[in-house]
């Protein structure tokens, strides 16, 4: 029978992975929107309302399951985690209630007139409502990144009779990797969004929906998506080498590297042995790893033999992170391939459209696989150098938690089916609605 702890960390598993599905969508979907209303107010073009009030139905679904998803997580830190609570909570607490009193609220209430005020409130406090929204979903972005990047980095703190209390809020909140954590999780969520519109849109020009609004809000998201892919590669660059700095054994683990070496190669495509402590059926490309990480052919990489005992398990974070950056890889590709052949032909081809639809939710993986590298990786540790996975569980019986493990993945299963049948079912019943009159209206430009 499985223990609690394994038993607890499956749950935290489950949790956080259908919780953050929907933010993923609702930090830059909000952005979406802001662009969408603030065309329509400058050229009172009808396609760009439509395109908000298509979007914005999908904006409130998402939202909402990421409401209900996200107060099953703190739950979580009291029923499975009572030791995290009682060793960080001095820091944990204060930051998820910034996040609550600054971003949640701003957006619940803001939120309404977004959705229902459009003839209630004059078009400015309307657009500023979607704008206000927008931002509470970055803010809220801001403290809860704050807070797991102080967990992979922890600073501003001292241990008083083995609790931690902060010493300066400053250095807690802009610790050293949340700068790289939180702009690479926005420009994920940007690709996250622009590739679900672009995925939905399509879906409804293969339905035969000859209206402007999928092809204009086609032709956005893959002007988004081929700008935000390379700011993505940069970034991520940065943050692998802040990683290889505060946290080596994450990076020898998402690179396969054992030993320390100078010269790493770059394993493109290898079966980590944890017994045999080595790499099998290994491709590599000769010192490319060190060249990507510390910018020298020579450069010097830890191994994993360095880190007995500290290391997290190899095979999770090896695979997880060559799944994001291969579908990384392939949004840059399908991106630019698309947006050049609108700008060629004005449309693109049905296998072009049904590529797009396959990836409409591309951006949910390579964001799950990001983030079990960044959580796994930190293993054994809950916060890094302070408490330990084991330390923090709960020690009430393994049934208990398996009971309501088995909820929760019911539950979210069925959640998940739900959410992806309405938002296609939305896409259907849009394509039955009649076309506007455009033949007095303006062309539709810089779209």
Do not use: C
Not at 73 to 91: A, L, R, Y
Not at 133 to 159: D, K
Not at 256 to 263: D, I
């Amino acid at each position: 029978m499985l223990d609690t702890l394994l038993l607890s960390r499956i749950q935290f598993a489950t949790n956080i992975s259908f919780h953050i599905l929907f933010p993923t969508i609702t930090i830059a979907l909000g952005w979406f929107l802001v662009f969408f209303k603030i065309r329509y107010d400058l050229t009172q073009h009808p396609v760009w309302l439509r395109a908000y009030r298509f979007w914005v139905k999908i904006f409130a679904l998402t939202f909402a399951l990421g409401v209900v998803s996200g107060i099953t997580m703190s739950f979580q830190f009291g029923t499975n985690w009572p030791g995290f609570m009682e060793k960080v909570g001095n820091i944990a607490g204060p930051l998820l209630g910034y996040e609550v009193l600054t971003a949640f609220f701003m957006e619940a209430t803001f939120l309404g007139i977004m959705l229902f005020g459009m003839k209630r409130v004059s078009p400015k406090v309307h657009t500023l409502s979607t704008i206000v929204v927008a931002v509470g979903t970055t803010i809220s972005a801001f403290w809860i990144l704050s807070l797991n990047s102080w967990m992979q980095t922890p600073a501003g703190f001292e241990l008083r009779d083995g609790i931690v209390y902060p010493t300066d809020w400053f250095a807690v909140i802009f610790n050293p990797s949340f700068p790289y954590r939180f702009f690479h999780m926005l420009l994920a969520s940007g690709l996250t969004a622009s590739f679900l519109i672009a995925g939905v849109s399509s879906y409804r020009l293969l339905k035969k929906d000859d209206k402007h609004a999928p092809q204009v809000t086609l032709k956005v998201a893959l002007t988004v998506a081929a700008i935000l892919a390379p700011l993505q590669v940069f970034v991520g660059d940065l943050h692998g080498l802040n990683t290889l700095e505060h946290q080596p054994q994450k990076v020898a683990a998402m690179e396969g590297a054992w030993e320390t070496e100078k010269g790493l190669p770059l394993v493109l495509f290898a079966i980590p042995n944890e017994h045999t402590r080595s790499n099998d059926f290994a491709i590599e490309i000769p010192k490319a790893a060190s060249l990507i990480l510390t910018h020298d052919l020579d450069g010097e990489i830890k191994g994993l033999n360095e880190f007995q005992g500290e290391h997290p398990p190899i095979k999770p974070v090896f695979f997880g992170f060559r799944i994001m950056v291969g579908i990384g890889m392939l949004m840059i590709i399908v991106a630019y391939f698309s947006r050049f052949t609108l700008w060629r032909n004005k449309k693109l081809n049905s296998w072009q459209l049904k590529l797009l639809v396959y990836m409409s939710f591309s951006g949910w993986i390579a964001t799950l696989a990001g983030w079990y590298v960044t959580e796994i990786g930190r293993q054994p540790y809950l916060v890094s150098g302070i408490l330990t996975v084991e330390e923090a569980v709960t020690l009430v019986p393994s049934s208990n938690v398996a009971i309501s493990l088995a909820a929760y993945l019911l539950t979210y299963l069925v959640l998940l089916v739900v959410y992806i049948k309405t938002l296609f079912y939305t896409a259907d019943k849009a394509v039955q609605v009649e076309e506007y009159d455009y033949s007095t209206m303006p062309e539709v430009t810089n779209a």
